[in-house]
């Protein structure tokens, strides 16, 4: 064999491998892609009745080099947005971004970056995640009650939290968008499937989010962040390397036992805040906050990012990783995602245009092998008026849902856009009786009986 042929075969065999290593990168692969002319939806207040938009959900195209992930995408979700009902004018809106993400991301060995307003990573449905904060704080607020002009962020004190200042106006998915760029602050699974309901916005707009929470089973890879770094939601391994059981990873921040604003937690004097009360509650503010660090004795708490270094079903071999935190009950937990700074060196993630060579990933629509069933709920059953069936997490391919007479004919058949986690069926024109629910995923179908009750 010449030398000529020989480079040429190595640098074939070469390129296989590099091919093969990045279509199994969970960075390149996971991503949920809009295969089906997915479109956005979203509710008007006053009205239960979701209006169709015509900006495709979900995310458009994933591209690849070897450093980096373009992920192409307008930022609007598969599941059903809005209303906001804090007075909020905006609406979901395309985007029209391309966001670069590091594929392979470090740790920041220096001063750790705080995270900003605006965006700070993506979740696997192209919708942007902020941090913690709305940009509004103490002094802020009163500056402009005295008619001055707004001091800068980076000299406000006493930074509202927007998770309990903003909560009026979030949407059932626990989303809203700022000036049409829609985004979660936190944990993306709705209001309505806390252990306890601190919204009543789904009751009558309801929607889904991005996954449900399972307290039986590691909770699955939902975006990253622009360190690069992945983003889990609220349950992981207890022990760092896969051991130990499901667990709730749980803050390590806590709120402090003051009664007035005048110290941050570690000392500094600062402008003073509103005392505490029912108006400006502990928690309303950024700064009533603590932190202790986790001991050996508590691995599955996290560290001062809000994550830690473990292995997950994605990464084996470990990674570093976030958590979407929340308590006991469900509900979110601050610093909620990331933050209040990154673990690893931050990178502008926003771009114009890919400007490198890079292949395109395509997505399989073959059986998902070595992965398990997801859960799969339908309720009520009985049923008299609507029969929810609900998936555990977004999948990355829509979910077709049949209902089922017991003499074999599909009465009704209803899907689980991909990125969503629920479908609903009206029943109240059915006859009563035993029915079937067929649910076909991925992994496999599933089959349940049903019983729809009339008076």
Not at 312 to 338: H, L, Q, R
Not at 351 to 377: D, N
Request: some cysteine.
């Amino acid at each position: 064999m010449t030398r000529m042929k020989k480079l040429l075969l190595f640098a074939f065999a070469a390129f296989l491998i590099s091919e093969t290593a990045a279509q199994t990168d969970p960075a390149i692969v996971n991503w949920i892609q809009n295969t089906t002319n997915i479109k956005g939806r979203h509710y008007v207040k006053g009205n239960s009745t979701p209006v169709n938009d015509a900006v495709l959900a979900n995310v458009q195209k994933v591209q690849y080099s070897t450093d980096w992930v373009y992920i192409s995408t307008n930022g609007i979700p598969s599941y059903i947005t809005g209303p906001f009902l804090d007075g909020n004018p905006s609406t979901a809106s395309s985007q029209n971004a391309i966001f670069k993400i590091s594929l392979k991301p470090v740790k920041n060995t220096g001063t750790p970056t705080n995270t900003t307003g605006g965006n700070i990573g993506i979740f696997l449905n192209g919708v942007a995640l902020f941090d913690y904060r709305d940009g509004v704080s103490w002094s802020n607020a009163q500056q402009a009650l005295k008619g001055g002009p707004l001091m800068g962020m980076g000299d406000n004190v006493w930074n509202r939290d927007a998770v309990v200042g903003e909560r009026l106006g979030f949407d059932c998915a626990k989303g809203h968008p700022a000036m049409g760029n829609y985004h979660h602050h936190q944990n993306p699974s709705a209001f309505s499937l806390d252990r306890k309901v601190i919204s009543t916005v789904c009751d009558l707009y309801a929607a889904d989010g991005l996954y449900v929470l399972d307290s039986t089973k590691h909770s699955p890879l939902l975006g990253y962040t622009y360190d690069g770094f992945p983003i889990y939601g609220a349950f992981g391994y207890k022990n760092a390397d896969g051991t130990g059981g499901i667990t709730r990873m749980k803050s390590s921040f806590f709120l402090r036992n003051i009664t007035d604003r005048t110290l941050y937690a570690d000392g500094t004097d600062v402008i003073d805040g509103p005392a505490v009360s029912t108006t400006y509650p502990l928690g309303y503010f950024r700064e009533d906050y603590g932190y202790i660090a986790p001991t050996a004795s508590q691995p599955d708490y996290l560290d001062e990012h809000n994550g830690r270094f473990c292995v997950t079903p994605e990464y084996p071999k470990g990674t570093y990783c976030y958590f979407a935190t929340v308590d006991a009950n469900w509900n979110s937990a601050y610093p909620y995602i990331v933050g209040p700074t990154f673990y690893g060196v931050r990178t502008p993630a926003k771009v114009t245009a890919v400007t490198e060579t890079v292949s395109t990933y395509t997505p399989s629509t073959s059986l998902v092998m070595g992965k398990e069933m997801p859960k799969i709920s339908i309720m009520p059953n009985p049923a008299s008026e609507v029969l929810a069936v609900q998936i555990s997490n977004g999948q990355q391919q829509d979910v077709k849902v049949e209902l089922i007479d017991l003499q074999g004919r599909i009465v009704a058949v209803q899907s689980i856009f991909a990125g969503s986690t629920m479908a609903h069926f009206d029943v109240r024109k059915l006859y009563g009786g035993d029915y079937l629910v067929r649910v076909f995923t991925p992994q496999g179908s599933f089959v349940e009986r049903v019983v729809i009750l009339k008076d």
